[in-house]
């Protein structure tokens, strides 16, 4: 039995898709980061892979059957080759298509986020900082307790660390103080020796309109010991007041998805209510109705400097 050219060109297109495909799944989390709606577009990718392979078996079978016969008709030949080549040529323009753009930044800042719990500067500003780390900016983030009297404190001190490394975000330090017990000196100390080591242009914190005692004392230790920051933005989070109002909105159309991936890389909390993606995507479409446009963040401006290039 005579193995043919179209044989090799099957099983090499075959293997051509099966290894981008096998790539994608080891990647894919920063699929997930990088590209909009990523798991649709990785459950995408199988799919085309199955019905590529699919191609390349019939055509296989039929190339063998007709090595030793006649030649296969013209008009199957194509219809296999378009089978075999069009999910290949479908998975490189849903890459393609899903890549959010990124606009370079004139000048960098740096930019520091302050949070209480792990999960905070995610399910607040999570979107925020992911747009920012895209365009050029250095983000950093300080996270001052483990959250161990919402969960295993070990179990979330890795699911931080997660979640900063799915935001892009340059560091993460994240600090054992009590939980739910937070005092005014060793936050404020904390906060100052961050800021000395980092010398931040911006700082994202809680804000004072807030439920959770923790957030308040964080919001007013930033205060304190980031007096010689030029640009400090107050976050909301699931516990804010009515009182929270923003003045200051930042578009995350290309980025709600990478938000709410962010957030599920909390499980540990995934039973909490304020995280389910549907209540997450909703608050970003009331703030960006606020703001005029699809998706957006809103933040209470503590004060803010506008300097060459813009704030941001």
Not at 92 to 102: E, F, G, W
């Amino acid at each position: 039995m005579t193995v043919g050219p179209h044989t090799y060109g099957y099983v090499a297109s075959w293997l051509a898709l099966l290894a981008l495909t096998f790539d994608i799944t080891r990647n894919q989390r920063r699929l997930r980061r990088i590209v909009r709606q990523g798991n649709r577009v990785y459950a995408s990718i199988l799919g085309f892979t199955i019905l590529s392979c699919l191609g390349s078996a019939i055509g296989i079978s039929y190339a063998l059957s007709a090595s030793n016969s006649s030649q296969l008709p013209v008009g199957w030949l194509r219809l296999l080759t378009y089978v075999d080549i069009l999910p290949l040529v479908l998975v490189i323009a849903v890459l393609v298509r899903s890549q959010p753009v990124r606009p370079q930044a004139n000048r960098p800042r740096r930019i520091l986020a302050i949070g209480a719990h792990p999960d905070d500067i995610e399910i607040a500003c999570g979107g925020t900082l992911a747009r920012l780390r895209d365009e050029g900016h250095q983000v950093k983030a300080l996270i001052l307790t483990l959250g161990d009297r919402g969960g295993d404190g070990h179990i979330r001190r890795l699911e931080a660390a997660n979640g900063a490394r799915f935001l892009g975000l340059n560091e993460l330090t994240q600090l054992n103080l009590p939980d739910t017990c937070l005092e005014m000196d060793p936050v404020r100390q904390a906060i100052e020796d961050k800021i000395a080591a980092f010398h931040p242009d911006i700082v994202l914190t809680h804000s004072e309109h807030d439920r959770h005692q923790d957030h308040r004392i964080v919001h007013h230790a930033t205060l304190q010991a980031a007096r010689r920051v030029n640009t400090i933005l107050c976050y909301e989070s699931p516990s804010t007041t009515l009182d929270f109002r923003p003045e200051l909105f930042i578009e995350i159309g290309d980025y709600v998805d990478v938000k709410i991936e962010s957030i599920h890389e909390h499980r540990n909390q995934a039973r909490k209510p304020y995280v389910d993606d549907a209540l997450v995507r909703a608050q970003a479409l009331v703030r960006g109705e606020q703001a005029k446009t699809r998706y957006a963040e809103g933040f209470e401006i503590q004060r803010a400097l506008v300097m060459s290039g813009g704030m941001l």
